[in-house]
């Protein structure tokens, strides 16, 4: 057998998926050496290593979502508060400023002959939508957006910026709590008593940290996935229900986190105690021996999955806040640009080895 192959392999970042196959077909599992992880790429074996109780996020991380050590209470603590946060009530307010701020982008839009759906659309989208969702002023939406920008990390971690511009909206919430996200934080006694003004910061980070890169991401490969597919987008105009299952088959052809790492707490076969895993979303999304025909984008698709979001205990509790952004934005797009359409010229690849998505989208907005 031929040595393997490693993500760190020239034009491998360009278009991982000649790799991906290789590795499902001949190396399931593999150690990259100049990578440094060993690689597991077939859909039943991701979803399995990522359920696996064995393998763990490496730590530390800044995340609070990685303070499995105890000093930042429990894993479950924190999935619990996460939910709170992500309850009924803040998902409301949510959808509302989704609504608000896709039209408002969308319309910005209407008169030009031409403009990029990234820059324009899908990198403010998600964070004015956090921003609308916390309660936060509208105004500030662009320094929050810088701060959604910092970093790749798709959990957050301590932004001291960000603390220092929450600290008096927090001093203001717990004095006169409203019907957002940050008063919903504010308030929460989990333990019988309010949260640190810390936990509630870093929760808030973790809100715009994963809404401002990751769900832009997945939203700007969705809308280029289905660009791509005028037919595809025309049904879906006429039946909106259909929205959902067109954004999951999005993430499953082009999730926006390509790679989940972990670490072992012990052997598992030949990956020695202490190993760092690559878990490859974007090989499993791809799986033949899962989906028929893996590289096509079918909006229809029974099953498309939902590895995008992880599997097992550290599932995504963003998802539905995910989907809502896309609902909402894609609603919006279609309503206000009826002829939206792609710009002629080239189709702008995806970029990016962890996470991956078009750096820019050219449209006819009319
Ligand atoms: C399309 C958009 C999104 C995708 C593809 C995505 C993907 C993921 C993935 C793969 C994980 C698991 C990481 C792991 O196993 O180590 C994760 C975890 C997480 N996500 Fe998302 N996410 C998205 C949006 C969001 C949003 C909008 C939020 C915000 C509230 C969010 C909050 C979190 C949190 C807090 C975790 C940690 C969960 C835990 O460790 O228990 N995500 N996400």
Redesign the pocket.
């Given at each position: 057998m031929t040595a393997p192959p490693s993500l760190l392999d020239p034009g491998t970042e360009r278009d991982p998926h000649p790799l991906y196959r290789t590795l499902r077909g001949n190396f399931p599992l593999v150690y990259d050496e100049p990578f440094g992880a060993w690689l597991i790429s077939r859909y039943a074996d991701v979803r399995a290593a990522?359920a696996d109780p064995r393998l763990v996020?490496p730590s530390p991380g800044p995340a609070p979502?990685r303070r499995e050590d105890g000093t930042h209470g429990t894993?479950g603590a924190?999935?619990a508060l996460?939910s709170l946060a992500?309850g009924d009530r803040v998902s409301a307010a949510l959808a509302a400023g989704v609504e608000r701020t896709a039209y408002v982008l969308a319309r910005r839009l209407a008169s030009r002959q031409e403009a990029d759906l990234v820059a324009e659309f899908c990198q403010w989208l998600?964070a004015a939508a956090a921003v609308a969702a916390l309660g936060l002023p509208y105004e500030d939406t662009a320094r929050v957006h810088a701060w959604c920008r910092t970093g790749l990390d798709?959990?957050g971690g301590r932004r001291p910026g960000l603390d220092a511009y929450l600290r008096p909206h927090i001093v203001r919430r717990r004095a006169h709590p409203g019907d957002d996200l940050l008063s919903a934080l504010c308030t929460a006694a989990p333990d019988g008593r309010p949260l640190p003004d810390e936990a509630v910061t870093d929760l808030a980070g973790?809100?715009l940290g994963?809404?401002g890169e990751?769900?832009a991401r997945?939203l700007a490969s969705f809308l280029a996935n289905l660009l791509d597919h005028p037919g595809q987008l025309d049904l879906i105009r006429a039946r909106p229900e259909l929205t959902g299952g067109a954004w999951a088959e999005s993430?499953r052809r082009d999730?926006?986190?390509q790679i989940?790492p972990r670490r072992a707490l012990e052997p598992i076969g030949p990956i020695p105690e202490g190993a760092t895993v690559a878990c490859l979303?974007g090989a499993a999304g791809r799986d033949p021996g899962r989906f028929a025909d893996p590289d096509r984008y079918d909006a229809f698709r029974a099953d498309p999955g939902e590895l995008?979001?992880?599997s097992g205990?550290?599932?995504?509790?963003?998802?539905p806040?995910?989907r809502l952004?896309a609902e909402g934005g894609l609603r919006a797009l279609l309503t206000v640009l009826p002829d939206l359409r792609r710009a002629p010229g080239p189709r702008p690849r995806a970029e990016g080895l962890v996470s991956r998505s078009p750096r820019t989208l050219p449209v006819c907005p009319r």
């Open positions: 990522l996020p979502a894993h924190y999935r996460v992500l998600p798709h959990l973790t809100v994963a809404a990751t769900t997945a993430l999730p926006p986190l989940v979303l995008a979001y992880g205990r550290h599932l995504c509790p963003g998802a806040l995910a952004t």
